[in-house]
């Protein structure tokens, strides 16, 4: 089996270019996960690599499976929701959307080999509701599971109900499982929903920044979770009832300050501060970058051209890397290549697909200004070759 498709996209223009290359970045890093879940034999198929520092080997090898597959899932699915586009871009989403549904289904399936571990400690809350987060962005595979299928997915997401959040993010991940259920209209806990809503607006430190729980550290958990997921969540139940309606504002506002945050962290070369926990988590530090590009949601200081070339830098140098990938096609811990020493106790190789979200504004269509403007530079690239560029300034 040959992981990776060249994609013959018309290459006219430089924004088409950039489209091709993510695309066929994209297909490199899902192929494996999808291909052999959907044929029921990734457990066979994928190696686990653990972190040097792993706590518990045991538990985070069966969890690493739900992993790579809710995290993967969640990044790739407004793509899979797009329709139309190239003929070979449309033939390679009617393959995803394929293994997808095969790859669901044996994913929730208690007779399945796949079956996932929906209960092995407290990780598959985390990545359940990774998987969550991809029914809402793509209301497709919602639309196109069996009912078999639909409810065992909702037998697997119940299970992760007994499973105790930490006082931090965790709070947002039953969150969003309990969003899913809000959305598809089946019943769901608004106090768990309600809990991480206000807990989270009592942990925002200012400047569009929030703590991640009592104690402040530096990272990038602000993109990797907290901005997307609330901005998700509050969306969702706002389509049901006008609750957080009085929070949407401020959240946007926060949103958009975190975005131009975001941008400037992005060197001329897509580098950015190695800082943090999960650091190997590689480009889906700027999940909420490319989220807000998706959402069409960029602040007017930012244009989608200057976003899609930071994006692109920033993939580049996290995916391109020698190393990033095994000889069979499996993404690696690291940040830049194979560096397992970057990883923290928590993390296997499954845990580095977060990086997938890097790829959401590939949803938006190939006419959108976001693929179709010229390229333009972003901030790094402007102030460090002498252009015009305004300050930067604190929204609070």
Not at 86 to 95: C, G, M, N, T, Y
Not at 121 to 148: E, I, K, N
Not at 288 to 308: E, F, N, Y
Request: glycine residues 6%.
């Amino acid at each position: 089996m040959k992981y990776l498709i060249v994609l013959l996209l018309p290459l006219t223009a430089a924004a088409q270019t950039d489209r091709a290359y993510w695309l066929k970045t994209m297909d490199r890093l899902a192929r494996p996960v999808i291909y052999h879940l959907s044929n029921d034999n990734l457990r066979a198929a994928m190696p686990v690599g653990l972190s040097p520092k792993i706590d518990n080997a045991t538990l985070r090898r069966q969890d690493a499976y739900l992993e790579a597959f809710g995290r993967l899932m969640s990044g790739i699915a407004p793509w899979m929701n797009l329709e139309g586009g190239s003929a070979e871009e449309v033939a390679l989403r009617k393959q995803y959307r394929e293994w997808s549904l095969k790859a669901i289904a044996n994913a929730v399936n208690p007779k399945a080999k796949d079956y996932m571990a929906w209960t092995a400690g407290g990780q598959p809350l985390v990545d359940a509701s990774y998987l969550a987060l991809a029914f809402l962005r793509c209301p497709w595979l919602w639309d196109h599971l069996d009912t078999t299928a639909r409810r065992q997915v909702a037998d697997a997401f119940l299970l992760t109900r007994s499973i105790l959040p930490a006082y931090n993010n965790w709070l947002l991940f039953q969150g969003m499982i309990e969003a899913f259920f809000c959305h598809y209209g089946l019943p769901w806990d608004k106090v768990r929903v309600d809990y991480a809503i206000r807990q989270m607006q009592q942990w925002y430190v200012g400047d569009g920044v929030y703590s991640d729980g009592a104690e402040y550290r530096w990272d990038y958990y602000n993109s990797y979770v907290i901005h997307p997921y609330l901005t998700e969540i509050v969306t969702v139940i706002g389509e049901h009832a006008n609750t957080y309606q009085r929070m949407l504002p401020q959240i946007r506002e926060r949103d958009e300050r975190y975005a131009e945050i975001q941008e400037r962290l992005i060197g001329t070369d897509g580098s950015y501060p190695a800082t943090g926990r999960s650091i190997v988590y590689r480009c889906g530090a700027f999940q909420h970058l490319a989220d807000m590009a998706l959402r069409k949601a960029l602040p007017a200081s930012l244009t989608p051209a200057q976003v899609r070339g930071a994006l692109t830098a920033v993939i580049h140098r996290t995916l391109d890397a020698p190393g990033t990938f095994s000889p069979d096609g499996w993404l690696q811990m690291g940040l830049a290549g194979n560096q397992p020493d970057l990883a923290d106790w928590y993390i296997t190789t499954g845990s580095g697909y977060l990086c997938a979200n890097v790829f959401l504004p590939l949803g938006l269509p190939d006419s959108d200004p976001f693929w179709a403007d010229a390229p333009a530079p972003w901030t790094a690239v402007k102030v460090w070759s002498g252009q015009a560029v305004t300050p930067d300034h604190a929204i609070d």
